[in-house]
């Protein structure tokens, strides 16, 4: 079990274990527990959904994107790899880095200082063999996500506006940051409904039973808030 520090052990204290509670409520115990013992910048929000799927059947695992309406405070860097007119429309769109070849010897050498990975379909020769320093780190462009697109341009843009990745883990659990301890508690919740709402339409036609099994919020130092699952249902 990781260490907790003084901090985070009076955030525990504060809290005091309140029970599922609605979104507003979560988000509005949120931002007081943080403001009460404050750390010094501005916490990420993560919001974590947990699903009744079973993850070791591929046609019950969920993965894509999704636009926050509020975005999630942090502008992402985002590099793509294309040649040519493309790689002049991922420049025009905001990329940070662009390339070919030279892109992926940078990543081989060690380079992961980036948050989204774009691809046109002709340079996935390239990017492939890069799966297994991508892969885990969840970075690897993919069709699913709409990474692996000749539409560079407004993908980059989408990405610095707030889109997102998600994708369940091995347990059933999406987890995404969708904002800062800064943020109104109106907009936390329209981006946490947002989320839930994603979820609900990717929904697999194989998961059986309950399919929401539970959701929590929390800061980036800071206890788990549960949501209260009858409240998402109004």
């Given at each position: 079990?990781?260490?907790?520090?003084?901090?985070?052990?009076?955030?525990?204290a504060s809290l005091a274990n309140p029970g599922p509670v609605t979104p507003e409520e979560a988000f509005t115990l949120l931002k007081k527990v943080c403001s009460e013992v404050p750390m010094k910048f501005d916490e990420t929000v993560e919001a974590v959904i947990r699903l009744g799927i079973d993850s070791r059947k591929p046609d019950q695992n969920v993965r894509g994107t999704f636009s926050l309406p509020h975005g999630t405070g942090k502008t992402p860097r985002v590099i793509v790899f294309a040649l040519g007119d493309k790689a002049e429309e991922a420049k025009?769109?905001?990329?940070?880095?662009?390339?070919?070849?030279?892109?992926?010897?940078?990543?081989?050498?060690?380079?992961?200082?980036?948050?989204?990975?774009i691809a046109t379909p002709d340079m996935m020769k390239v990017v492939g063999p890069l799966g297994k320093i991508l892969g885990p780190r969840?970075?690897?462009?993919?069709?699913?996500?709409?990474?692996?697109?000749?539409?560079?341009?407004?993908?980059?843009?989408?990405?610095?506006?707030?889109?997102?990745?998600?994708?369940?883990?091995?347990?059933?659990?999406?987890?995404?940051?969708?904002?800062?301890?800064?943020?109104?508690?109106?907009?936390?919740?329209?981006?946490?409904?947002?989320?839930?709402?994603?979820?609900?339409?990717?929904?697999?036609?194989?998961?059986?039973?309950?399919?929401?099994?539970?959701?929590?919020?929390?800061?980036?130092?800071?206890p788990g808030i549960r949501i209260n699952l009858s409240a998402l249902s109004k």
């Open positions: 079990m990781p260490v907790k520090t003084k901090k985070l052990k009076q955030r525990y025009a769109g905001g990329a940070d880095e662009v390339g070919g070849e030279d892109l992926g010897e940078r990543i081989k050498g060690g380079w992961t200082a980036f948050d989204v990975a969840g970075l690897m462009p993919n069709p699913k996500t709409g990474t692996v697109t000749f539409d560079v341009k407004t993908t980059v843009e989408d990405f610095k506006k707030g889109k997102v990745e998600y994708r369940n883990d091995q347990f059933g659990n999406v987890a995404i940051p969708m904002g800062k301890v800064s943020f109104d508690v109106e907009k936390l919740v329209e981006n946490f409904m947002e989320f839930h709402r994603t979820l609900i339409r990717v929904k697999p036609a194989a998961a059986k039973g309950q399919y929401v099994r539970g959701a929590a919020v929390s800061a980036t130092q800071g």
